[in-house]
């Protein structure tokens, strides 16, 4: 079993940057694929980035290009998500996901393993 527990959340102005962290529990998470997902009030769940279980691929959401990048740090456990340029757009409450299947945590409609609780974001105009 997998547990994963997100931070990093908070309120920033827009413009401004984060970094979130996904943290897991588990011996598993080398070989874990890792996604990021977000949600806003009253829309559906959303697709972020998402990398493989080595770190040598990685995608993005298209709106998410070239401002957001996903990387992470296997002796630490660790997956993040680190935001630049952020829009009040991007408030939303962001998860953390993982499974052994890169196309469940790289898909829009995948349906990954493990979750983390959730951070929210809020950027302010």
């Known amino acids: 079993q997998v547990q994963l527990v997100e931070s990093g959340g908070g309120l920033v102005q827009a413009g401004g940057s984060l970094r979130l962290s996904c943290a897991a529990s588990g011996r598993t998470f080398s070989t874990l694929a890792m996604g990021w997902f977000r949600q806003a009030p009253g829309k559906e769940r959303e697709f972020v980035a998402a990398i493989s279980w080595s770190g040598g691929s990685t995608y993005y959401a298209d709106s998410m290009k070239g401002r957001f990048t996903i990387s992470r740090d296997n002796a630490k456990n660790t997956v993040y998500l680190q935001m630049n340029s952020l829009k009040p757009e991007d408030t939303a409450v962001y998860y953390c996901?993982?499974?052994?299947?890169?196309?469940?945590?790289?898909?829009?409609?995948?349906?990954?393993?493990?979750w983390g609780q959730g951070t929210q974001v809020t950027v302010s105009s």
């Open positions: 996901a993982g499974d052994y299947d890169l196309r469940t945590v790289r898909d829009q409609a995948g349906r990954p393993r493990y």
